[in-house]
Nanobody, 127 residues
Framework: QVQLVESGGGLVQAGGSLRLSCAAS????????MGWFRQAPGKEREFVVV????????YYADSVKERFTISRDNAKNTVYLQMNSLKPEDTAVYYC????????????????????WGQGTQVTVSS
């Protein structure tokens, strides 16, 4: 069983930066993808970025491309999301997700293919 512990959320002014961390622990399972999603009140959970574990390739939502960067530190079992040039529309609860099946490679932008989720961390961007 995998547990994901997130940190790094907070309040930031528009144009500022935050770095989110997602530390994984527990029984090791095969990892196909690690991703970040976000959800604003009254909205569906939205894909942000995914990291293919095998290849290291990344894919970003158009809304965050060139502003957000996903990375990993294998020694620390941690995935990061560096968020720069933040906008008020980035305000949401951000979730780290771990896919343990091949769905994480075939449908990495779809929340249902992820097996484990962090608790979520609030990111608020003020105007």
């Amino acid at each position: 069983q995998v547990q994901l512990v997130e940190s790094g959320g907070g309040l930031v002014q528009a144009g500022g930066s935050l770095r989110l961390s997602c530390a994984a622990s527990g029984r090791p399972f095969r990892t196909y993808a690690m991703g970040w999603f976000r959800q604003a009140p009254g909205k569906e959970r939205e894909f942000v970025v995914v990291l293919n574990w095998r290849s290291g390739n990344t894919y970003y939502a158009d809304s965050v491309k060139e502003r957000f960067t996903i990375s990993r530190d294998n020694a620390k079992n941690t995935v990061y999301l560096q968020m720069n040039s933040l906008k008020p529309e980035d305000t949401a609860v951000y979730y780290c997700a771990h896919a343990t099946s091949t769905g994480g490679e075939y449908y990495p932008t779809t929340p249902r293919v992820y097996d484990y989720w962090g608790q979520g961390t609030q990111v608020t961007v003020s105007s």
